[in-house]
């Protein structure tokens, strides 16, 4: 019994390494392919009118109202002579200035900007309720 629970242990461990090490390198390697023009198919078009390098495959897949709402229609009423010419499909996103966008991109490609904020957000939650803690 103490054996296998030893086994247990090891496997548990080497099981949480190996996962963390799988997060950071898809992370890394998400993160190299924001803003990578050689490789997106996609310029997202902000409010401001800068262009936003993307990939219709990581949109479709990790923000999917975001792809029906903007990128589907657009893709939808492509041209046959559009869809040969091998350029990036161009998308306007009249609604959102560049900097927005950016973040957006950056939380869908790496979700390390939703896990900024949700620790801001917790840190502004743990300081206003010491804060009425405080005036009882």
């Given amino acids: 019994m103490r054996n296998s629970?030893?086994?247990?242990?090891?496997?548990s461990l080497q099981?949480?390494?190996?996962i963390i090490n799988l997060r950071t390198k898809l992370s890394t390697n998400m993160s190299s392919l924001i803003g990578h023009s050689e490789t997106s198919d996609l310029l997202l078009v902000a409010a401001?009118?800068?262009?936003?390098?993307?990939?219709?495959?990581i949109l479709r897949q990790r923000a999917p109202i975001f792809f029906e709402k903007h990128i589907s229609p657009t893709l939808d009423a492509r041209t046959p002579r559009q869809r040969k010419s091998g350029e990036p499909l161009e998308v306007a996103i009249g609604d959102v200035d560049s900097a927005g966008l950016s973040f957006?991109?950056?939380?869908?490609?790496?979700?390390?900007?939703?896990?900024?904020?949700?620790?801001?957000?917790?840190?502004?939650e743990s300081s206003s309720n010491g804060d009425k803690r405080g005036n009882i």
């Avoid at 099981?15 to 190996?18: E, M, Y």
């Fill in 5 to 11: 629970s030893m086994l247990w242990e090891q496997y």
């Fill in 15 to 18: 099981r949480d390494k190996l």
């Fill in 48 to 57: 401001d009118g800068k262009k936003l390098p993307a990939h219709i495959c």
């Fill in 104 to 124: 957006f991109i950056k939380s869908v490609y790496t979700e390390d900007e939703i896990q900024n904020l949700e620790n801001e957000n917790t840190a502004k």
